[in-house]
């Protein structure tokens, strides 16, 4: 059993947390260990934890045509949660739930090692920036620890607020642009980079894909 797998055992059958209680099963995650861009979203609902498989429900079927609307597949990129298990009907996690399962997503990013990690909605962009706005932060690639972190809203956010669509969609747009430059740029690493600078150019100036 690879590494990987064995990372993906452990989440199955951890009981850290109090959301242990309450779950049909763990969603550890789902896609290519090897991709190249990470989902980071906020916790299962009803449907994942039923299936064990991250983002099938409404929010999921958002992301799954925004990712097919740049050329890519759901087993193109890995996608995942911060907290594996489901709170209690759709709450937000707790600090401490959040706190206890930190470990296994840092061990997914150790293991993966993308080159872009794309974070849905406040509570995995807090796990990169803590106490910042997302709605001031959303579309402008960082870098954190040598890795460009994406801020975008939750697709759940849309189904909420259609308002947000474009702006979702219009993010989802320069991910293509944004993997290319991280590509390029110097590997990942624990080195003594800044965990916060800003990241090449402003919406206008990308390179728009007109795929929507
Ligand atoms: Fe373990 Fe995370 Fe599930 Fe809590 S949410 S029981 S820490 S896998």
Known sequence: MSEFDMLVQRIKTCTECALSQGRTQAVPGEGSPT???????????YYEDRDGRPFIGRAGNVLTGLLNGIGLRREDVYITNMVKCRPPNNRDPMPEELSACSGFMDAQIEMIKPKVIVTLGRFSFGKFFPG???????GKPRRWRGLTVYPMY???AVLHNPNLRSALEGDFRRLPELIEEAAHSSPAGPGPEPADVPLVKEPAKARQLNMF
Request: aromatic share 4%; no cysteine; hydrophobic share 40%.
């Open 35 to 45: 991709a190249d861009i990470m989902f980071i979203g906020e916790g299962p609902g």
């Open 132 to 138: 910042e706005s997302i709605t001031r932060a959303r």
């Open 154 to 156: 939750h697709p759940a």
